[in-house]
């Protein structure tokens, strides 16, 4: 029996990611792109006007106000779509409405509101001259000419997402196509002797097919194009033929077939024409797992049809698309984030895990006083797919566990989340280490320094082996932990103090929701037993020997040289070490390049370590 993860890489590694296709923007929604896209325009393309009103001098408002307007000559009109046709002399105003061009010698722009206008119109009165009743800057009211846009900017990166706003964004740009990751077209095939069609009468022993259905709406909401090949029997003509039909596809997906019961079937018509392995996977439900490569001859060439075979039962089928077919999908369309976002809530019921496989259970999620919670959805037959209609969430009971009672946290997958709402800025985590008087402390001085001389938030962690002496005896906060309170808070307007009192000592990953999502950078000073990437100070003087493994640094300060692959950064000069962490880290975690797959074996319980968790409570 194979792990989740482990049956999760071996399907990834049997899609890749397609070609790009050219088509217009307004069908390019929720695909990739896959070129930089640059603009040859300036947006807007001239300074224009942000109001209706008035375009002037704004040194021609000298002194107005209220009571003692500065009255100035109206000239012309302009609106939106047309150009100027005369100069605002001094003296002189040009009535402007909102998005048309700012025209020549004016340099600020006064709201109607802001003159005597709607008094003149109601009285009859002259509006060849017009008074100005309040003082106004240079600029105001005014967009200029390339503030949204440059020419030449680099707009949108290759691999983004693209969404409404980014159509938006090439169609102000003049763009009617673009280039993306074509979408895959995957091809559904439900197999069973007893299955019958939706438009079918039921008859004895028969059963209406579900799985074709709830497995191509999965393929659509993911991206892909559902090619539906209809029922396969349990024969080996029927589903020879039926697998034929969807060999165009990019990839197939059967469901049943797989159970003790038809094993031999479904094996003995891939075996014949690719390769296919068949794999227990670790998970409840869904078991039987096939997947491998049907091969084809197209044009001469051989290729490789990667197929999938879900387990018939529909709640099986659909749990194991999300963990399997979903990430396939997504990766053949050049997507960077394949996991599901999960959350932490509070389950309402019990949930006891017999034999050791990672369990799925169907759960209904709210929230409720800040609070996530998750109900089981009834009985959790995996026939009994109106559990899943009921639900919103997987939880996610691990292997090792016997279950959970009710009151316990447990990860939930949230189905109808997207996964780029997973897509979290990471917060990008530097720990210096080196030996005791290495100059750790004044290394990360300089660098705080530095890095907010850069304009960002940093946030510095310390490790002290010691007791910490921050609530001093005699103060309230002292006094309360004192009484038996388990965590103090002090808050002032402009800080925020909290003291908890540990039974062990917490790892970066748990204190970083502590710290909050604001940051930047995090340095650490010290842990270096934890995995966020080190920089490891070293100084002649106290040997030529590492604190640290060669494997485990990011970079090494020295005021020596080191025989070592290792980036070596010069002891004294900051910049070059701030140069250093930003280019790898800082911005790096602002691409969002820097989340490691999920696929990379990590663990669904340390899906969060690194990224800051929409919800980590
Ligand atoms: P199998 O994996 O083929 O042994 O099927 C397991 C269970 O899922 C059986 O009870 C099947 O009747 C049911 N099943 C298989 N395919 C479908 C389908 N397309 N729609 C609804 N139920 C199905
Ligand atoms: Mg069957």
Redesign the pocket.
Known sequence: MISVEEALEKVLSYVEVLEPERKPILDCLGQVLAEDVYSDIDIPPLDNSAMDGYALRAKDTRGASESSPRYVVVVGEVAAGSMPTKEVRPGTAIRIMTGAPLPEGADAVVRFEDTDEVNRKSSGGDLSQIGILCQVKKGLNVRSRGEDIAKGDLILKKRKVLRPQEIGVLASLGLSTALVIRRPVVAVL???D??IGIDQPLAPGK??????YAIAAEVSRYGGIPKILG?GR?SVQSLTEKINEGLDADMLIT????????YDIVKDVLAEHGEVGFRTVCMKPGK?LAFGVIRKTEGGREKKVPHLGL????V??MVTFEQFARPAILKMMGKKILAKPAIRAIIEDDVVNTDGRRLFARVSVTRRGGQYHASVTGPQG??ILTSMAKANGLAVIPENSKGVKAGDMVEVQMLDWGEEQGEVKTLPIVSIVGKSRSGKTVLIEQLIAEFKRRGYKVAALKHSRGRMEIDHPGKDSWRFAKAGSDAVLVSSPGKLAFIKNLDHELNIEEIMPIVGPDFDLVLVEGFRKSKTPKIEVHRKELGDDLLCSPEELSAIVTDGSLDTDIAQLPWGDTVAIADFIEKNFVLKSQDGAFLPPPHEGRGLGEENVYRRDIDHQ
């Open positions: 439900a197999t069973g007893e299955l059963i209406h097919d579900s799985n074709n029922i349990d469901s049943g077939g797989v159970s003790k019961g038809d039987p387990p018939g039962n529909p099986s089928s995996s026939g």
